[in-house]
């Protein structure tokens, strides 16, 4: 497969839509579409950029019976769903500091300490090329 040209679509506040062009190895001619959180994307380095867009939060309990779970309204499914508290870093911050502001933005928690961060990772490797850093405690 090779890629042939990436055509921005439309720019959002957070996300960017992309259409890449695409030979397969039979010389088909494709399109793939994907959103990003880079809004300059024109070069396959720039798509596999490796930096993390945001975090996810792996917390227990000090004794590790509890694992920290959101319930949030997410409009993309129009309806509430479980999940790890998660933000986007911030312009400048590390993972390890937009965590703790994540984790007290939406849960009023705070990090007391970090036992272990997963490398940065795809989060909807579908359609997106956005990259998160997972920090755990516990």
Request: proline residues 3%.
């Given at each position: 497969m090779k890629l042939v040209n990436i055509e921005k679509k439309e720019e959002g506040k957070f996300i960017t839509r992309y259409d890449l062009a695409y030979k397969t190895v039979d010389g088909q001619d494709k399109i793939y579409e994907?959103?990003?959180?880079?809004?300059?994307?024109?070069s396959l380095e720039k798509l596999k950029a490796k930096n993390a867009d945001s975090v996810v939060l792996i917390?227990?309990?000090?004794?590790?019976?509890?694992?920290?779970?959101?319930?949030?309204?997410?409009?993309?499914?129009?309806d509430w769903v479980y999940s790890f508290p998660a933000g986007l870093l911030e312009e400048g911050e590390s993972p390890d500091i937009a965590a703790a502001r994540e984790l007290r933005e939406e849960t009023g928690l705070r990090i007391t300490e970090i036992d272990d961060k997963l490398g940065v990772s795809y989060s909807a490797v579908g359609f997106s090329n956005e990259k998160n850093v997972c920090i755990i405690r516990g």
């Open positions: 994907m959103i990003s959180r880079d809004n300059d994307i024109d917390m227990t309990s000090p004794d590790e019976s509890k694992i920290l779970l959101n319930k949030e309204y997410r409009m993309a499914c129009g």
